[in-house]
């Protein structure tokens, strides 16, 4: 259980970090920055660990529950691996000390909940129905774009502003 500290990268519009008290989709985040995320953010969580889970041939697994949509974990600094595919499941035993313990889980999720996020933006180029009809012309003179909350630039788009986020992130519950 939380809190979980969970950490954005930076110049993709989120907070550089929040505060998690139980794990839910980024969509479901007050801050449009974190709901419109899109990229890699890290879950971290330190928790205690009595010393019966790390008796000599006992087999632990970590769970990460549900993840959206690919993870990649550390436990004490220690790599787990990917896991790109349920069960986002993997063995942990050699990696976990009795008392204080440290889960880092990397998350990453898909685009398009970021070009959703950049459509409740006014409009900073010229379309036709769908493409675009030319190249802005701050993007041609190399000049910073006007809409500065915009975070991504596309030739298409592929979304609108009123299309169903996807749910995002480290959902778990996570366990051992």
């Known amino acids: 259980t939380g809190p979980w500290t969970v950490r954005f990268q930076a110049n993709r519009g989120a907070p550089a970090e929040v505060r998690l ?100 933006h006014p409009d900073d180029c010229e379309w036709t129905e769908k493409a675009l009809s030319r190249w802005p012309d701050w993007f041609v003179e190399g000049l910073p774009r006007p809409s500065a909350s915009r975070v991504t630039f596309t030739t298409w788009k592929h979304w609108g502003k009123e299309d169903s986020l996807l749910p995002s992130g480290l959902l778990g519950p996570v366990s051992l």
């Open 21 to 120: 008290d139980e794990l839910t989709s980024w969509t479901e985040h007050p801050d449009p920055g974190v709901r419109y995320f899109s990229g890699t953010a890290t879950n971290a969580i330190r928790f205690d660990l009595p010393e019966q889970f790390t008796e000599k041939d006992r087999e632990v697994w970590l769970d990460l529950g549900e993840v959206a949509v690919i993870a990649e974990a550390h436990l004490n600094g220690q790599h787990l691996g990917v896991l790109w595919h349920p069960p986002f499941r993997v063995e942990v035993s050699r990696f976990l000390r009795a008392g204080t313990n440290t889960l880092e889980v990397d998350v990453s999720n898909l685009w398009i909940n970021r070009l959703i996020g950049d459509e409740q």
